[in-house]
């Protein structure tokens, strides 16, 4: 068993480099999706019926579709509409889409929990929309929102994993490699899955900082 | 696509379904079994359970299959597709319903508990009677939630040869060489299972709200 790790250890340069891209590829996804999600919020809370009628399809669509199934059909799919895009290309536009409509339904539901008056202080001071989306809407929101944006980034890095199907050389698919060159399974994905937990911790610990940035402002 | 196709991706959604409701059924009173663990504040095994819990909710599901899949036939311990399946579904599910259990259980208020204590009611009756029910209550949105993400997560199955929607939907986008139609064939049975739990959760939750608000 010991043996097993050493071989491992001897691989790790592999398993740094899927380590890396998953984490690229999750941080990416991430920030995309969440610029996307407060693109779609305000369309999601639109008073035009066909505006947050089509943002609410597109949110509820991609809520009930399975992540595998929608990155199959990005990757094996959308070829038979003339579109053909390499793996990372797929790989990454399929998290983005995905979890940008998590990310907005998020979004909204923080956002419809903010309290009203310093919205409407800031109107009657006569701050512009951009201005006031950026200094009283977004900063409450943010902090807020934060232990959500956490758990939907985690959700993200396990997506992620899937994407080795798309043989995208991300950290499943280093263990699954390593594995089938040297026959030691339990080494290689237990590796896998101890550092999928760092990197989930990683991300808790940034949201907790910025749950106690957000107790000492309030 | 065949009518023939269509079936089989019709039996593969039976292969989906059957799986997710074993992974439901056994997941739902082990995270109940986990959570109960943690809440007493077992030694040892308290700290162990939130280890476990903390690092299978961290472990996507596609890693934690094919370390079963391939370690345990490595240390000697035979299994198939469909037990690998099953037994990382269960993992999987019951660490998120840990959470919601132990949530629940947190909350509940303490005097009611001393209460059933003082009348006389044994550890068994006391959950049974007083705990239980309103545990119940409260974890249900949260775990309807959990039951639609563990349908989300089934087509990572088909990756260690469970022959299930997905699957059986990529084999004949493969035959065909005309992917997009089998896909939006499963799309098409994956959506509203997902869609109805989803409703129900949203259902139960407006019930609930609607109760409070009368009360």
């Known amino acids: 068993m010991i043996h097993d790790f050493g071989i491992v250890w001897t691989e790790r340069a592999l398993l740094l480099s899927g380590l890396a891209n998953t984490t690229i590829l999750s941080v990416l996804a991430a920030i995309a999706s969440l610029l996307l999600g407060f693109a779609l919020t305000p369309a999601l809370m639109s008073k035009h019926l066909a505006v947050s009628g089509t943002a609410r399809v597109f949110v509820d669509g991609m809520r009930c579709v399975p992540f595998l199934l929608f990155a199959y059909i990005v990757y094996y799919g959308l070829p038979s509409l003339g579109l053909r895009w390499d793996n990372w290309t797929s790989g990454l536009f399929a998290l983005i889409v995905y979890n940008t409509a998590y990310m907005a339904e998020t979004l909204r539901g923080a956002w419809v929990a903010q309290p009203r008056e310093p919205i409407e202080a800031g109107v009657a001071f006569g701050f512009s929309d951009l201005k006031l989306f950026r200094r009283i809407i977004l900063p409450p929101l943010l902090l807020s929102a934060g232990p959500v944006i956490g758990n939907q980034t985690i959700q993200i890095i396990k997506d992620s994993a899937f994407l080795t199907i798309i043989a995208l050389p991300e950290l499943t698919h280093a263990a699954s490699s390593i594995q089938s060159r040297h026959y030691v399974p339990f080494a290689a994905f237990i590796t896998a899955v101890f550092l999928y937990w760092g990197l989930c911790l990683v991300v808790e610990a940034g949201v907790n900082s910025v749950g106690r940035l957000a107790e000492a402002r309030r | ?215």
Do not use: H
């Open chain 2, 1 to 215: 696509m065949s009518g023939g196709d269509i079936a089989s991706i019709f039996q593969g959604a039976a292969v989906t379904i059957t799986l997710s409701l074993i992974g439901i059924l056994i997941g739902l009173p082990i995270g109940l079994g986990l959570a109960l663990l943690r809440w007493a504040n077992v030694p040892v095994i308290a700290r162990i359970v939130a280890v476990y819990v903390s690092m299978l909710r961290a472990t996507p599901l596609v890693t934690l299959l094919l370390l079963l899949f391939f370690a345990l036939p490595n240390i000697g311990i035979p299994i198939n597709p469909i037990s690998a399946a099953i037994t990382a579904l269960v993992m999987n599910t019951s660490a998120f319903n840990c959470e919601v259990w132990r949530a629940a259980l947190m909350n509940f208020p303490k005097d009611q508990y001393e209460a059933a204590q003082s009348v006389g009611m044994r550890a068994s009756l006391r959950f049974r009677r007083i705990v239980l029910p309103q545990i119940l209550r409260v974890s249900l949105p949260g775990l309807v939630n959990e039951m639609s993400l563990l349908i989300k997560v089934t087509p990572v199955l088909a990756v260690v040869g469970v022959v299930d929607i997905t699957r059986a939907a990529v084999r004949i986008g493969a035959e065909t060489y005309d992917p997009l139609p089998p896909f939006l064939v499963a799309i098409a049975l994956y959506a509203p299972i997902v869609f109805a739990l989803v409703a129900l959760q949203r259902w139960i939750e407006r019930r609930q709200s609607a109760a409070e608000a009368a009360a």
